[in-house]
C-alpha cells in the first residue's frame, strides 16, 4: 500500500509541474496575444488614416484637375477669339 501510495505520490507531483509549467506557458502566449493584437489595432488606425487621406488628396487632384481642364477651355475660347 505504502509503494502504492509513494507511486501515486510522485505521478501527482509529476502532473502538478506540468499543470505548473502549462499555466505559465499559457500566461505568456496570452500577453504576446495581447501585445499582438495591440500593435495589429494601431497598425490598422494608421492604415486607415493614410487610406483617408490618400482619398482626401485624390479628390484635391480631382479638384485641381477639373480646374486646369476648366482653364484649357478658356484658353481655347480667348484664342479662337483672337484669330477671329
Do not use: C, Y
Request: charged share 45%.
Amino acid at each position: 500500500m505504502e509503494v502504492n501510495h509513494g507511486t501515486l505520490k510522485i505521478q501527482f507531483d509529476k502532473i502538478k509541474e506540468q499543470l505548473d509549467l502549462n499555466d505559465k506557458e499559457l500566461k505568456d502566449v496570452v500577453d504576446k496575444l495581447h501585445i499582438t493584437n495591440k500593435v495589429r489595432h494601431e497598425t490598422e488606425v494608421k492604415l486607415g488614416e493614410f487610406h483617408q487621406k490618400l482619398k482626401d488628396q485624390d479628390s484635391i487632384i480631382k479638384l485641381k484637375d477639373d480646374a486646369i481642364a476648366k482653364k484649357g477651355q478658356e484658353i481655347e475660347e480667348v484664342e479662337k477669339r483672337l484669330a477671329d
